[in-house]
């Protein structure tokens, strides 16, 4: 498992520990439990003087989960993993659910409203809230590890090399477009697109044959639209034929495969918005900042012999780690909930207002979303329960556990493990 993080009394990071010499010091009460997740402890002494070996975060960027690792770059061992999923498209549906409302109440026969001018003015560097918040995501869990290890490096993966570029800097048009690297960017692309299996049987972990939707024969042009990836079987069982009639017997299967044919990357669009953003506030904390390129990443992994995930692929981001330590690492599995609704009342789908939100969040001491173990000796509710709460005015709270929802338990019997943070972890 991954180490555990310690600081002294002055709450300055020390050396991570492993977890058995931290079960010693809370047993001999030299330490205390600081935080939850990430698991850390603060001893009750100061240690100025204590040596430490200094840190280097490396970060994988991703629309829909980011890889977060920390690397000992003396010994390139990985002390800590993480895996945090963002938020980023259900915000965008949120928008675009308020944007409907919005547009549907203004049309209606409402009364007259002036119009207002100006308001839609954007600041320099302005992304879309969905793409903001993953920046935002990243930011934060950089400056937590701060606090939390002694970090003085950072490397994010940034883009992939263009060979033709660096040999050719005055490469332009169809040159360009057609050169070196245009069949290899486009099997990275399908293989991202129909998530690295065969479209049509659906087999994983084998070689996979780039494949006309509608054949070459027939009029079929070499659009990426036109492209998915097939294993050689299929691919030879389909051979010339529509895609309509060799899946005639399956029009399920049909329908899903011209609706991802004709739908774009939406996540490498996502992080190729965001990338340089991302970059500026990292290198806005004073770090040194290094960056990679993806296939520097892969071509490390494979070097390693490592599997595929985000966190494995952060660790392998960059050239400042040539040897890596993975052995017994879990990472923490960070995802990004939000602080709540700042909604007055909620509204109906007609977008007319159908029930009052209170202000108030906090009650006896709590907080809706954080995390509490209760504990209950009598009554018809005897046991102990660990999970998320939903707070009332009347301090008869919810508790959501692994097992389910628990009703009606009294603030009395709660206590706080770990309060909310706007993340829930597993």
Not at 103 to 109: D, G, Q, V
Not at 207 to 213: D, F, V
Not at 215 to 231: E, F, H, M, V
């Amino acid at each position: 498992m991954s180490k555990v993080f310690v600081i002294d009394s002055d709450k300055r990071p020390l050396d991570s520990i492993h977890a058995a010499t931290a079960r010693q010091l809370l047993r001999n009460k030299k330490a205390a439990i600081f935080r939850r997740f990430p698991f850390t402890l603060i001893l009750k002494e100061s240690r100025p003087r204590a040596p430490v070996y200094p840190l280097r975060i490396k970060i994988d960027p991703g629309a829909q989960c980011t890889g977060i690792a920390l690397v000992n770059e003396f010994t390139g061992e990985v002390v800590f993993a993480a895996e945090l999923k963002h938020r980023g498209f259900a915000i965008r549906e949120s928008l675009t659910s308020r944007r409907q409302i919005r547009r549907s109440r203004r049309n209606r026969k409402t009364r007259y409203r002036q119009p207002r001018f100006l308001n839609r003015t954007r600041t320099k560097g302005w992304l879309p809230p969905s793409l903001q918040s993953r920046v935002e995501n990243i930011k934060t869990w950089v400056k937590r590890l701060r606090h939390l290890a002694p970090i003085e490096a950072i490397t994010q993966e940034l883009v992939r090399f263009d060979m033709q570029l660096m040999r050719n800097p005055d490469i332009q048009g169809k040159e360009y477009q057609q050169g070196t690297l245009a069949g290899y960017e486009t099997r990275e692309y399908l293989l991202e697109k129909w998530g690295r299996q065969c479209a049509y049987c659906g087999v994983k972990d084998i070689k996979l044959q780039i494949e006309h939707i509608y054949p070459r024969a027939k009029g079929g042009s070499n659009s990426i639209t036109n492209l998915a990836l097939s294993c050689e079987k299929c691919n030879i069982k389909k051979g010339t034929k529509d895609l309509k009639e060799f899946l005639k017997k399956d029009p399920s299967k049909l329908e899903k495969i011209l609706k991802i044919a004709k739908k774009p990357l939406a996540d490498a669009a996502a992080v190729n918005t965001t990338r340089f953003a991302l970059l500026e506030s990292l290198r806005a904390t004073n770090l040194p900042v290094e960056t990679g390129s993806g296939g520097l990443t892969k071509f490390n992994r494979a070097q390693h012999s490592l599997d595929k995930s985000h966190w494995l692929d952060a660790a392998c981001v960059g050239k400042s780690t040539p040897i890596l330590n993975v052995k017994n690492v879990k990472p923490l599995l960070i995802a990004a909930n939000g602080h709540g609704t700042r909604q007055l009342c909620r509204t109906d789908k007609y977008g007319f207002p159908s029930r009052h939100c209170s202000r108030t969040k906090f009650h006896f001491g709590f907080q809706t979303g954080d995390i509490v173990k209760a504990v209950v000796t009598s009554g018809k509710k005897i046991g102990q329960y660990v999970g998320r709460i939903a707070t009332r005015a009347t301090g008869s709270f919810n508790i959501s556990t692994k097992n389910g929802l628990v009703q009606g338990i009294s603030y009395k019997h709660c206590k706080h493990i770990h309060k909310k943070d706007g993340y829930s972890y597993a």
